[in-house]
């Protein structure tokens, strides 16, 4: 079975712009998360979504955003970017709310100049 | 999720036992985890225990929990090179959203 696939892997970006992450879970979970890493900050949880809704959401700016599909793919959106917005941003996929196994995809790494 | 702390070095020889140890805050924590992070990947899920556990074991994983103290540790038995990595501590309680430790780096030496 495949695993949690993030695209695009790399992205540069400039300040002002936006941008969309695109993530696809495991075959058969409904349930994605996404979580940023930064150097200084550590792993911070963005926002979860089940059932193309958003259940949860993390102490983040209302420039970041997501949605969920009916296949249960998910993007997230950053817009007006800033230089803090350089990071790693991982999501997660999980079969369903139930906190047990959430599987990680490898990221995708945001540069923003 | 509250905070989870974690020390941030080990230095282990190879063939040698690691413990890598974490404290959490949240005493509503459902379930405990450990991941593991290579060099430009994500992360990867060793293992984790759900919280009325004292033990788990998994080949050269064994995870340790002692709930009262809030205490966690990660035992990786004859650890190889292939071990070094930075290796996470997360717990998660009702709201399901992960909390995590600043990452333990594990540098295996020969």
């Known amino acids: 079975k495949a695993g949690v696939t993030q695209t695009p892997r790399y992205l540069i970006k400039t300040r002002g712009q936006q941008v969309t992450l695109s993530c696809s879970p495991i075959?058969?979970?409904?349930?994605v998360s996404w979580y940023q890493q930064t150097p200084g900050q550590g792993l911070q949880f963005l926002f979860e979504?089940?059932?193309?809704?958003?259940?949860n959401k993390g102490n983040f700016p209302g420039r970041f955003s997501g949605r969920q599909f009916s296949n249960s793919r998910s993007e997230m959106n950053v817009s007006t970017l800033e230089l803090g917005d350089s990071a790693l941003y991982l999501c997660?996929?999980?079969?369903?709310?139930?906190?047990?196994?959430?599987?990680f995809g490898p990221g995708t790494r945001l540069t923003v100049t | 999720g509250e905070d989870v702390e974690q020390s941030l070095f080990l230095s282990v020889r190879e063939g040698d036992s690691s413990v890598i140890n974490c404290t959490y805050t949240d005493s509503s924590s459902t379930y405990l985890y450990w991941y593991k992070q290579e060099p430009g990947a994500g992360l990867q899920l060793l293992t984790y225990?759900?919280?009325?556990?004292d033990m788990k074991q998994d080949q050269r994983l064994t995870v340790l929990l002692n709930k009262k103290d809030k205490h966690l540790s990660l035992r990786i038995a004859d650890t190889q090179t292939g071990d070094s990595a930075i290796y996470f501590c997360a717990e998660t309680s009702n709201d399901y959203k992960l909390s995590f430790g600043a990452g333990t780096t594990v540098t295996v030496r020969a």
């Open positions: 225990i759900f919280s009325n556990m």
């Open positions: 997660a996929s999980s079969l369903d709310r139930a906190p047990r196994e959430q599987y």
């Open positions: 075959s058969g979970h409904r349930s």
């Open positions: 979504y089940f059932s193309e809704t958003q259940r």
